[in-house]
């Protein structure tokens, strides 16, 4: 459930615990950047503790942060027919953004839920805008990254379409094997598009098919 | 089929023609950009006119440029289990890229074939690299674009992967209408992800369930 003021992330967050304060300094240390930089992340970017079942960003609102995922897995998902439709789980070191729709202040169609705790840092547009301002070869490095990370979510996507279910499947517990600590099959078996019965059948085949020791 | 050296596109062009000048003038001549920004396209990106069944990018192949479509339809598409799966079509207006594979010179996945005829800018890598470092409001620009483009990108798919067949081609008729006049069904049959006899018996059904005039 979204907290009662509609902030993307908890209000009134407690004091940070040592892990979320090591993160906070670790983002402060890098030998990369230089002071002026470190002082505008310290000066601009918050670490946060998240609990499971809140909501990073709701359907209808216009996106307002990015947020780098440090610890948990959160949900991307839309309602389609009713229906919950996951298109995508984030997990430790990947970044939750949508640049296109903050520019256009379009209200998301999806939902960013965290499936379990997690700790975000969050990165306001008005401060990332702020940044490219003051540091254009972060701008360029940013750049670089936007191109990668499009690149990879295009092939990801190539592979996705052109696998059945069982690959899909095998894919996924090849690639990102801590999801399925971190989700419920449910979420999963929509994500695979398929139904939560053809996953538990899927499982059964493999775990029967499985060389014994 | 590939030319015979391997360059991605023709390798001898006959001299512009009235329409290939008129795009390279339209480059060359925005109010957006200054005289330097200009001299630098002129001396930098060329304009070519690409035959029907060429390609501008091969599997196997590290990408080198981007393109920019003003004319034509180009088809990306890739092997899976030696049948072709048709993944995109570009259209004028659109860009063919791919900032991340080109940064590993990763081999391309994917192919890119002009299924009509094509007039498309080439923008080698190396004259972006060098475009940043000169003009790094273009730099910025740029970071704005690919951001947009990778939204969007995401938008489509999520709306793909959550659509019928049906759906899917309804969707790309309304949106799309100009592709059904430049490329062959069957390769828009195997984009909407059915056999060419699925589309057929969809396109039978809408035409008999049309209301009539």
Redesign the interface.
């Known amino acids: 459930m979204m907290n009662r003021n509609n902030n993307p992330v908890l209000p009134n967050m407690p004091e940070p615990d040592a892990e979320v304060l090591d993160i906070m300094k670790s983002l402060v240390s890098s030998d990369y950047n230089t002071q002026e930089e470190k002082d505008f992340f310290a000066a601009n970017i918050a670490v946060k503790r998240v609990k499971k079942g809140m909501f990073l960003l709701k359907e209808g609102e216009a996106i307002k942060a990015s947020y780098h995922l440090f610890k948990g897995c959160v949900r991307e998902y ?1 309602y ?1 027919d009713g229906e919950e ?1 996951t ?1 995508a789980f984030y997990t430790a070191g990947e970044s939750l ?5 903050n ?1 256009n202040r379009v209200p998301s ?2 939902n960013w839920e965290c499936v379990s705790e997690c700790i975000v840092s969050v990165f306001p547009f008005e401060v990332e805008y702020e940044m ?1 301002k003051r540091f ?1 070869r972060l ?2 490095m ?3 990254e ?10 990801a ?2 592979q996705f ?2 696998s059945s279910p069982m690959e899909r499947y095998e894919h996924l517990i090849s690639t990102r094997p801590e999801l399925f600590q971190l989700v419920p099959l449910y979420h999963i078996a929509s994500y695979l ?1 398929i139904k939560p019965e053809s996953l538990s059948r899927i499982r059964g085949r493999m775990r029967s098919s499985a060389p014994t020791k």
């Open positions: 839309y389609k439709k298109v953004t949508d640049g296109g729709n520019l169609i999806v490219y254009p701008e360029s940013c750049r670089v936007v191109e990668k990370q499009y690149s990879n979510y295009k092939s996507v190539n379409l052109s598009g």
